[in-house]
């Protein structure tokens, strides 16, 4: 069966900093691969996708991610990272081992913005 | 466009009591789920649906029930509450690409508090 694992359950980095956020999956058989955002007392939001085509993958507020199939890994990255970047992340998985409707996610990484 | 809507956003309820979270989604999507969020654990799935008439298990699926009577409506049940679905409850809609889910889209979550 198809996992997800995000690498840091948390991370604090200052404003204007670059950010990376590591996510691996188990299989690169078949797969669409996902990132939302969570903030606070809210919904999950989609941040970017990754269906098929160019392994970099641009998405909103400035965010991106490279399908790394080799490795099995879709990192988040944004060069300078704002207050208002503060939330959770959450990368997501769904594709043949996941039984093809079937998202599945990690367990979430806190994004911490210090001034 | 009012995108996936769920209801109550908050219930305390008391061991033992039955209640149904409400999901609708007016954007005519074949796939529909129920997650629950609890700290450090992610998002997991309780229960999903590919069309109506059609449910079938996740995860975490004891103690919840589900039907599909539309392709708009998704409501979870709870049968017997226990302090252990003390929890934020998510309703999500997709549509399907090659057979795959693509992106989800989250209602507001209802948050459960089993006392």
């Known amino acids: 069966a198809q996992s997800v694992t995000q690498l840091d359950s948390q991370v604090p980095v200052f404003e204007e900093a670059p950010v990376e956020l590591r996510c691996n999956y188990s299989s690169s058989v078949s797969v669409y691969l996902f990132w939302y955002v969570q903030y606070p007392n809210q919904g999950l939001q989609l941040l970017l996708k990754y269906l098929s085509g160019s392994t970099l993958v641009k998405g909103i507020n400035g965010f991106e991610a490279e399908f790394n199939k080799s490795q099995t890994s879709f990192h988040l990255r944004k060069p300078s990272v704002h207050i208002s970047d503060t939330a959770e992340y959450f990368c997501a998985v769904s594709g043949v081992n996941t039984g093809g409707f079937k998202t599945i996610f990690g367990a979430g990484t806190r994004l911490f913005v210090k001034a | 466009n009012a995108g996936v809507t769920q209801t109550p956003k908050f219930q305390v309820l008391k061991t033992g009591q039955s209640m149904t979270l409400q999901c609708a989604q007016d954007?005519?999507?074949?796939?529909m789920s129920w997650y629950r969020q609890d700290p450090g654990m992610g998002l997991r799935l309780i229960h999903y649906s590919v069309g109506a008439g059609i449910t079938d298990q996740g995860e975490v699926p004891n103690g919840y029930n589900v039907s599909r009577s539309t392709t708009e409506d998704f409501p979870l049940r709870l049968l017997s509450a226990a302090p252990s679905q003390t929890s934020v409850y998510f309703c999500?809609?997709?549509?399907?690409?090659?057979?795959?889910?693509?992106?989800?889209?989250f209602g507001q979550g209802t948050r459960l508090t089993v006392v």
């Open positions: 954007m005519n999507h074949e796939y």
């Open positions: 999500a809609s997709s549509y399907s690409s090659q057979g795959y889910g693509t992106e989800a889209f």
